[in-house]
């Protein structure tokens, strides 16, 4: 599977955005889909992550209560709403898959990455 993230950018703290990954091939649905970060100087970080269906979703305590990851099957896309940004989100996000039902551990596939700059 390909994936190709979009939607980083730069957002004043407080702000919005909304990250999106497309994937291709046929077996999209069948994967768990997972939202990294890495920030300069910082090792890449899980912060979300979805099963194939939704019914495992897990988020990083960094994130809890702000970002939201969904998925829209039909279409093979991931997305992550990400409110209340602050400096401290600022990274390039990457999202990747895997072809199993957990959410932690190793993940099969990776997008390039769309970088999210959050002012101050």
């Known amino acids: 599977v390909q994936l190709q993230a979009s939607g980083g950018g730069l957002v004043q703290a407080g702000g919005s955005l909304r990250l999106s990954c497309a994937a291709s091939?046929?077996?999209?649905?069948?994967?768990?889909m997972g939202w990294f970060r890495q920030a300069l100087g910082n090792e890449r970080e899980i912060i979300a992550a979805?099963?194939?269906?939704?019914?495992?979703?897990y988020y990083a305590d960094s994130v809890k209560g702000r970002f939201t990851i969904s998925r829209d099957n039909a279409k093979s896309t991931v997305y992550l709403q990400m409110n209340s940004l602050k400096p401290e989100d600022t990274a390039v996000y990457y999202c990747?898959?895997?072809?199993?039902?957990?959410?932690?551990?190793?993940?099969?596939?990776w997008g390039q990455g769309t970088q999210v700059t959050v002012s101050s």
């Open positions: 091939g046929r077996t999209f649905s069948s994967y768990t």
């Open positions: 990747a898959a895997r072809s199993d039902s957990f959410t932690r551990g190793k993940y099969d596939y």
């Open positions: 979805i099963t194939w269906n939704g019914g495992i979703i």
